[in-house]
């Protein structure tokens, strides 16, 4: 396992035990909204300390992009780290056991390390670039799902800005017609882990955050599935907008959705 792996597992697991000693009091919690229906918790802000404070005892040197925090430059600006430390705020100050922690690693803007830990499930996702996914060290493989008519898709609708909420709609609307069903749990980290273990055959989304997705779209991709953008490329990361499932579902499912797309959303 390569060392950076291990510290970003150390890292989520310090932040699943401040995670889970939480959960048992939400009650108790001191809540903020960021803006409508965004909202952040002491627990955000304790876990990412203790997940930055890990991180950068090992690796001093590399930069992070973080969810409560923003961007801290390195001196190894080559590096980067991307947190999200704790992916479904909302579903945890409501109790409802769908969220994750987030981290990945970065060299020059490619992804190559990749931590999505569930602390309800004790689940733990890891892949490093060309060495396969994993779940609790098991290698992971996406479905072997070849028709979207049989397909389980996960999304995630708009919860801040509704300005796109008439195109979810519409392409909600068909796919719920042509696939087996849609899911919408609410922490995006953990559905990309799902697409990559093959519990989901695809995913879909726009306007999340790199943290949302740097660490999931690295598990999809070395687990045998293929990930983009809107135009079918790799930019996911700039554009927010990503597309997600294994070989045969991806194509129809990117297909359906760029039928509905203005030209102004592509990207």
Known sequence: MHPALNIAIKAARRAGQIINRASNDIDLLKVASKQPNDFVTEVDKAAEKAIIETLQEAYPGYGILAEESGITAGQDSEYQWIIDPLDGTTNFIHGMPQYAVSIALAKSGIVEQAVVFDPNRNELFTASKGAGAFLNERRI???????????????????????????????????????????????????????????????????????????????????????????????????????????????????????????????
């Open 141 to 267: 493989r996406v479905s072997r799902r070849t028709r979207l008519g049989e397909a389980l898709i996960g999304t995630g609708f708009p919860y801040r800005m509704f300005d796109k909420i008439d195109l979810y709609l519409a392409i909600f609307k068909e796919l719920a017609e042509k696939t087996a069903g849609q899911r919408r749990p609410g922490a995006a980290s953990l559905d990309l882990a799902y697409v990559a273990c093959g519990r989901y055959d695809g995913f879909w989304e726009f306007g999340l955050s790199p943290w949302d997705m740097a660490a999931g779209a690295l598990l999809i991709s070395e687990a045998g599935g293929l990930v983009s953008d809107l135009r079918g490329d790799a930019n996911y990361l700039e554009t927010g907008n990503l597309i997600a499932g294994t070989p045969k579902v991806f194509a129809p499912l990117l297909k359906l959705i760029d039928g509905h797309l203005p030209e102004t959303v592509r990207g």
